[in-house]
């Protein structure tokens, strides 16, 4: 993971539902070319909270769109088939994309869970990100995969997770939304400190959308400042990368950009 470009800003594709969808294509492209213009990466999602929407693959394609070294993370979960698998990882292959970020991810009935004798791994009863993992360092061995690490879950469960999760070769991981100084993200510091975190600030003042993410309830009006937040991540968490879910491209994304050229 480069340590060139410090903000992964969060994109995610149109639904395949969309009513508004050549709106929402320009819109993607427009934003595709200013955050590599930005000198961020653009950190593509894969089915969002299990709604199907286009692959990178097809976004790049429709909109020959074009991956600046370093600059674009594809997500990529264990819901799809094996054909659409190797085609994403060819077509990111041959399109100078090496960063991934490999996810169990969230499913749906309209999505195909791939099964382990898909992923060459007939021993494990359900696949996860550690078979993915796998599987694309036996046959993709020059991407540069990462994984997830949520604090939120039990640590005795988290942590082995995370240690399958590198033993299957991930290179660093990006957390789930972190509020203010966290236990366990400590933890993963202290006993990781080589491993490289992207810490992942929620840029919506809706905090109550994390409520299942966080286990607490959240009052709508629940008083959340993002760029505040931001800021006290940098200073508990000085990773020097961040990943930034949900920014507003109309007042938060211009005052990022000129710190960063600032900096």
Known sequence: MSEKHPYHIEMTPPKHSSQKLEEELERFAERFERIQESGFIASITDNAMGRSAFQTYE???????????????????????????DHILEHAKEHGIRNILALTGD??????????????????PVT????????IYKHYPDFIVGAAFNPYEPP???????????AAGAKYVITQPIIGKDEQMD???????????????????????????LERDIPEDYP??????????????PTGRNYLAMIGYKTQYPVIEEKYNEE
């Open 107 to 124: 499913g749906s009935d309209k999505l195909h869970k791939l099964e382990p004798e898909e992923l060459e791994a007939p021993d494990v």
């Open 187 to 213: 933890r993963l510091f202290k006993e990781y400190p080589d491993l490289p975190v992207v810490v992942e600030c929620w840029m919506s003042k809706k905090l109550h959308l994390l409520a299942d993410v």
């Open 59 to 85: 976004m790049m394609d429709e909109l020959e769109l074009v991956a600046r070294p370093d600059q674009v993370l594809i997500h990529l979960n264990t819901f799809h088939t094996k054909q659409e698998l």
């Open 128 to 135: 996860t990100s550690v078979e993915l993992i796998k599987y």
């Open 224 to 237: 959340y400042d993002p760029m505040a937040m931001l800021e006290e991540l940098n200073e508990v968490y």
């Open 156 to 166: 005795e469960f988290e942590f082995p997770k995370l240690e399958r999760k590198i």
